[in-house]
């Protein structure tokens, strides 16, 4: 929630969090142990999704008519990536493309107050 707010301009209300940890024995040394749990590093907001998500949703909400190649420019990433990025966006169902590829437009269909 914390990048949401930060990135998408979201007021998600910040909680703090107390973890409570208890000593197990049992487990063997080999086992690993996580506070997050399956949760991946890079998906840890409420939208689950990696911080470069995060930050074409940002660029997006900026300028709807941005293309694939400038937002690749603008987070410093390749153009393959930015495309697997956004159909991981679009598959999510988080943007849609308006009026075609050449002269369309991007839309956020998350709710941002």
Aim: proline share 3%.
């Amino acid at each position: 929630m914390f990048f949401s707010n930060l990135i998408l301009g979201t007021e998600y209300e910040l909680k703090n969090r107390y973890m409570h940890v208890d000593y197990v024995p049992e487990q063997s040394s080999n086992e690993v142990q996580s506070a997050i749990g399956i949760v991946s590093k890079g998906k840890i907001c409420t939208l689950n999704c990696p911080l470069d998500e995060l930050a074409i949703l940002q660029l997006i909400m900026e300028n709807p008519n941005i293309t694939q190649k400038e937002i690749a420019s603008r987070i410093d990433k390749s153009e393959r990536t930015v495309k697997n990025k956004v159909a991981s966006l679009k598959e999510k169902g988080y943007i849609r493309r308006l009026n075609g590829k050449r002269n369309g437009k991007w839309e956020i269909l998350l709710e941002t107050e």
